[in-house]
């Protein structure tokens, strides 16, 4: 291994040097270690050893996360979201240190995806993966749930040597969350009964009110572009929907985002043309999360409102909550020609509001004309994905980097999160993981 890849804490036990360390590898570590000093030139103070995000989680209180789910980020104390942003960052300085971070010698993560999936599918199989975990995917389609098996009985029977499930289910309002809810408690009861014998723990992947992973990936992005946490009080944040050409796409990222974001004293916008509201009592939870925190959370029905003086800018479409409803209690009945009449309601609806995109003209009126632009991915793009939509093109283009590592930190922030629910005390797993210093790729 080579020693410049080992934090300082692991080179105080003498570990003696290899000197078949490739030219290509110290050019990697040369590169890396330029970049941790122009962050810090630029007053970004990141942790430059593992020990320092070992010193951090030592200081919080994250204990209620062991044997625990992670079902909405409001579920979590301060405290606990922290943990996941430090372990997250530690296990990414680790990868990029060449060092290993198998905890898991073997063991399954368990994915259900009850909705079309690239980024989060590939993010939790990377998760698991870092951690020494395989992944199965249920496929519904061809599986016995097609034949009437029961949630109780899937819950079991793919639950066996199961470390995590990963679940996303988010289409349909009032069913995603209790789906979930539902699958957890016949993995605990199948826990109870001797079935299994350990309790799986539940990653929330997407469901019809939160997208966690998501969100804590955009924070952590957020985060790490603005210096730290101690830098984003006051900086106003606009989520704002923007047009598509299709209809029916979920409200758990623009409710994710006002219910994590007002904890942190940022000036959250909401915005949305009339009838698109997303649930009333997350906006209940945003209203109190600033009121606690000292930021803001408004509403407008105007996007150059929201956009103005912003310092963070995410338009991303999404269906209104009523109309979500309605679809829900179509499917529920069967009615499927009730179902293709709101459908083109809806996008006819949408058609009235193409004016509503992130064009070069609203990002100029942003703070400096800079605004940090997020997205989900993966967004419409003007001329590019569809004939109009979210984003201009050359708006997208611009920020396609920074859009592509706001997403990188999401495999890391699930791995974060598995790991906080099946280790006491992760410090230690850490500290371990320093002294063996296993390289992940062999030199």
């Not at 291994?1 to 036990?13: E, F, L, Y």
């Not at 179902?339 to 703070?367: G, R, V, Y």
């Amino acid at each position: 291994m080579c020693p410049d890849r080992i934090p300082a804490v692991t080179q105080d036990k003498q570990i003696q040097p290899d000197n078949r360390c490739s030219a290509k590898r110290r050019d990697s570590i040369i590169s890396y270690q330029e970049r941790i000093s122009y962050q810090s030139i630029a007053g970004i103070d990141f942790m430059k050893t593992l020990q320092d995000y070992i010193d951090k989680l030592n200081s919080l209180n994250f204990k209620e996360m062991y044997n625990n789910d992670f079902f909405w980020t409001w579920d979590k104390t301060d405290d606990e979201l922290e943990a996941v942003f430090t372990v997250a960052d530690a296990l990414r300085f680790m990868r990029e240190n060449n060092i290993s971070t198998k905890v898991f010698e073997s063991g399954l993560g368990i994915s259900i995806f009850r909705d079309n999936s690239t980024r989060t599918r590939f993010s939790f199989a990377s998760a698991c993966n870092l951690l020494g975990l395989e992944v199965q995917d249920l496929d519904e389609k061809k599986s016995q749930i097609a034949h009437g098996e029961t949630v109780r009985e899937t819950a079991n029977m793919v639950s066996f040597m199961a470390d995590v499930i990963g679940i996303r289910d988010d289409m349909y309002i009032g069913k995603g969350h209790a789906y979930q809810k539902e699958f957890m408690e016949a993995v605990t009861e199948g826990n109870k009964d001797g079935i299994l014998e350990q309790r799986p723990t539940l990653v929330n992947l997407q469901c019809d009110v939160d997208h966690p992973t998501q969100c804590m990936a955009d924070m952590l992005h957020i985060i790490h572009e603005f210096g730290g946490v101690e830098n984003l009080k006051g900086k106003k944040i606009a989520m704002t929907w923007a047009y598509s050409p299709s209809y029916g796409k979920p409200l758990s990222v623009p409710q994710g985002v006002i219910g994590l974001m007002t904890r942190f004293g940022m000036d959250v916008v909401l915005a949305h043309p009339e009838g698109y509201d997303v649930m009333p009592e997350v906006e209940e939870i945003a209203k109190k999360n600033a009121e606690k925190n000292g930021g803001s959370f408004t509403k407008t029905n105007d996007m150059a409102e929201a956009f103005k003086d912003a310092d963070i800018v995410y338009p991303k479409s999404w269906a209104p909550f009523a109309a979500m409803e309605k679809r829900t209690n179509l499917y529920a009945e069967g009615d499927f020609d009730g179902i293709d009449k709101l459908e083109k309601e809806l996008l006819a609806q949408n058609a009235e509001h193409k004016d509503w995109a992130c064009t070069e003209e609203l990002m100029k009126t942003t703070k400096d004309g800079k605004a940090l632009y997020l997205h989900c991915l993966p967004a419409d793009i003007t001329g590019v994905s569809c004939e109009t939509g979210e984003v201009d093109a050359s708006v997208f283009d611009r920020y396609r980097i920074p859009l592509y590592k706001e997403a990188s930190f999401k495999p890391y922030v699930i791995a974060a999160m598995i790991m906080l629910s099946k280790f006491e005390n992760p410090q230690d797993i850490l500290k371990k993981l320093e002294v063996k210093a296993a390289p992940r790729i062999m030199e």
